[in-house]
């Protein structure tokens, strides 16, 4: 582990390789079995339930019923989610020729919200834990295998991958900062802080 600026890293982050291919996953992290869907933070519940109306332009009638019947979010404070259908499907998950997206970025996208989706999505296989402090780790899913092998073959490491959600919940410099430290313990690693 390193500590960059407050936020604690796992040492995993300067190693590992990841480009998501949705051609071969087909959105598989929309759709992880599970009593609960995407991790929200508690600021992002309102965010999330302001997204329904223009979400739901997206949606199968089947999502919208149970945005209806349950709600678009479950859980309480400190440990929000996305509601699920069946234990599986994120609510907000609609199907672009067999591949699950998410139609909260889609109006995001389409211009019709500013709120892109919750943090823990866009990050993902990025988490982050709270011990005092923010700490990030990465955790492999066998669904991202074809992640990992498309980012060994192009030489893409998951915190370059990951460049717009780590900037967009940490800010540009300390992004900075987590490359410049990373090319420092992995001389491999040449992304560049662009």
Known sequence: MFLIDSILVDESLAKVQFCCDLNKCKGACCTLSGDDGAPLLNEEVAHVQNSVEAASLYLSQRSKDEIAKHGAVSGSHGDYSTTCIDNRDCVFVFYDSGVARCSIEKAHFDGLL??????SCHLFPIRV????GDYISYQPFSICDPAKDKGKSENIYAVEMLREPLVRLYGEQWYDSLCNHIRTVNPNFTGANT
């Open 129 to 132: 834990g709270n011990f005092g």
């Open 114 to 119: 500013e709120f892109r989706k919750p943090i």
